[in-house]
């Protein structure tokens, strides 16, 4: 049998990352407090009591999965064979919409390694099925190709003191690769699952202005087939259930501009996006739910001598909750109004929109979460901690399946230059995805 039950309490391997982590977590708690603001003295006892608990609880389930002694052997001597595919993959260059060599590159490693029936499919998906023939039910395991930089030549990679450097290597070349190798698994020994499909898949479109194109292609081919959802993205020991939408736009601005001297005086295309701007920063947030907003990028003008007629800029508004992003949407549209009667040309232009989840069947849902933790713990020797975000989840949360978004790797800097992931973070990345697509063997 591929799994075994998990009958003792073995050792867990990854403990130095652990306890790193765990020191990081009673200092700044980003998933509780929010990204970089620390929990007061009783948040963190409050916080450390419930991760104690969970360790408590873990440690009494004797229901928990894990590989066998045989695969996991297999994938240690495959070890070195996965970090050189980090390697080669996370030097390819995969802006979002322009992920064609990655997806070329692993459909052509997948069918070296004996899968069959690999794709490419109209999204950029690398699309590979296991025993989806028929009407069965479908399990998705993901992990995507694109990255945030826009780079189009090869991405610089360093290894130096244990870690590996290289744009995107975290989000989300490691889990990648993580799939990848379980993929190969599955080929070499050419497993089926015991009842239900499995489709592997290398997405594009996950980061910003790919409007998670390729997770909605899978849900539009697949539809209502598919009873789980599992996406390998980002590093450490956040993970993700609940879907946190956004709706994204670009904003331009046109004015009648003109010289600097001799025009003086005409409308300022810059000083208008300026004040609108400045507009939309002093809306409050509503109070239901996680909400966030953003200007992003601006760009405009022609010279230091010319008064400006085009300015733009990408804002975007997030919330977990869909009843504050229409909140949101109104304050926007009420804004954009306003600087419309005073005879300026705005032009709104939707860029992206991504939804908020709706509930899912409380069974299916903490049979997933419950199934990924003990995973997650047996192979990062620590527990995985729930909250909300933006992934390829937000897709299958809004029509309701189960799903869970975790990472396969452990690091930090993520949409970075500087992004970084441990080394010995790829071995037992490979054997989380493996102990969770190989559950259905």
Not at 113 to 135: F, H, M, R, S, T
Not at 296 to 324: C, P
Not at 336 to 349: H, L, M, S
């Amino acid at each position: 049998m591929p799994l075994q039950k998990n009958t003792t309490n073995k050792s867990r391997p990854h403990l130095e990352h652990a306890q790193m982590r765990s020191a990081a977590l009673y200092e700044t708690d980003t998933c509780a407090a929010g990204e970089g603001k620390s929990l007061p003295v009783n948040g963190r006892c409050q916080f450390l009591e419930s991760v104690v608990y969970w360790l408590y609880q873990t440690g009494r389930r004797s229901d928990s999965v894990e590989l066998s002694q045989e695969i996991l052997n297999d994938l240690q001597a495959w070890e070195q064979e996965a970090i050189d595919l980090l390697v080669t993959l996370a030097k390819i260059p995969a802006p979002s919409n322009q992920e064609e060599k990655r997806a070329e590159f692993c459909k052509t490693w997948l069918e070296a390694q004996g899968a069959e029936g690999v794709l490419i499919d109209d999204a950029k998906n690398v699309v590979y099925p296991v025993g989806c023939e028929g009407n069965c039910p479908i399990m998705v395991f993901m992990a995507h190709s694109d990255v945030v930089f826009p780079d189009l030549e090869e991405l610089p990679l360093r290894l130096e003191g244990g870690k590996i450097y290289c744009p995107g290597i975290g989000d989300d070349t490691a889990n990648a690769v993580a799939l990848l190798m379980a993929a190969k698994y599955i080929a070499q020994h050419h497993m089926k699952p015991k009842d239900c499909g499995l489709l592997l898949v290398i997405n594009a479109g996950e980061e910003g202005l790919g409007n998670l194109k390729g997770a909605r292609k899978i849900i539009e081919t697949y539809g209502d087939r598919i009873r789980e959802f599992v996406t390998f993205d980002s590093a450490n020991d956040h993970g993700v259930n609940r879907a946190v939408g956004s709706r994204r736009y670009q904003v331009e601005v046109d004015t009648e501009g003109g010289h600097s001297l001799s025009a003086f005086g005409n409308r300022n295309a810059i000083v208008y996006l300026s004040s609108m701007i400045n507009s939309l920063y002093t809306m409050k947030v509503p109070p239901k739910g996680k909400s966030t907003y953003n200007v992003g990028t601006i760009e405009g003008g022609t010279s230091v001598n010319t008064i400006a007629q085009h300015a733009q800029m990408l804002y975007e508004f997030r919330s977990d909750e869909k009843e504050s992003l229409d909140f949101m949407e109104q304050h926007f549209r009420a804004c954009i109004a306003y600087y419309q009667a005073k005879g300026v040309r705005v032009t709104v232009t939707q860029v992206g929109d991504r939804p908020c989840g709706i509930p899912v069947e409380p069974q299916a849902e903490q049979a997933l979460t419950a199934r990924v933790s003990a995973a997650y713990e047996t192979y990062f020797g620590t527990p995985l901690v729930y909250g909300v975000g933006s992934t390829d989840c937000n897709i299958p949360l809004s029509q309701g399946i189960a799903s869970v978004c975790v990472g396969c790797c452990v690091g930090a800097g993520a949409h970075t230059r500087e992004e970084w992931i441990y080394r010995d973070s790829v071995l037992p990345g490979v054997k989380l995805a493996c102990a969770l697509i190989l559950h259905h063997m």
